[in-house]
């Protein structure tokens, strides 16, 4: 499958797991739940559908069952709904990727980054001809 073809089908995997998410699935622990991304593999045997997860731990966890159940009602859905011959099988993964950015942000202000000097001020050596001199 072409590259383009494959951006498009994780596109609209994207959209309608949203979609089914906030309609069609009526489980309560999967209540919080942002579809940010999809990867399918190149044959379309599996894909990884990347979520972020509002709450505590406790409730990351329950969430993240509760989309492992759904998930073969989901590609059942799914396979009615898209025009393709294979739908892949899905598997859930937290996206953690703004709790990293969050963290390099939060180092990133403990490090104590000295400013530039002014370079007007290092000229006031004498070097050159001051401006009432010219």
Do not use: C, Y
């Not at 949203?18 to 599996?46: E, G, K, Q, W």
């Not at 859930?92 to 942000?105: K, L």
């Amino acid at each position: 499958m072409a590259p383009r073809r494959l951006e498009r089908l994780n596109a609209q995997l994207k959209r309608e797991i949203a979609v089914l998410l906030r309609t069609d699935v009526r489980d309560p622990r999967i209540d919080a739940v942002t579809v940010t991304a999809v990867d399918a593999a190149r044959d379309l045997t599996t894909a990884k559908v990347f979520v972020h997860l509002w709450g505590p731990d406790e409730e990351r966890a329950q969430s993240m069952e509760g989309l492992e159940a759904a998930a073969p009602f989901l590609r059942g859905t799914l396979g009615r709904r898209l025009h393709v011959r294979r739908v892949p099988e899905l598997h859930f993964m937290e996206d953690r990727s703004e709790a990293r950015a969050r963290r390099i942000e939060e180092i990133l202000s403990e490090v104590d980054i000295p400013e530039p000097e002014d370079e007007a001020s290092e000229d006031d050596g004498g070097d050159g001809p001051k401006d009432d001199e010219l």
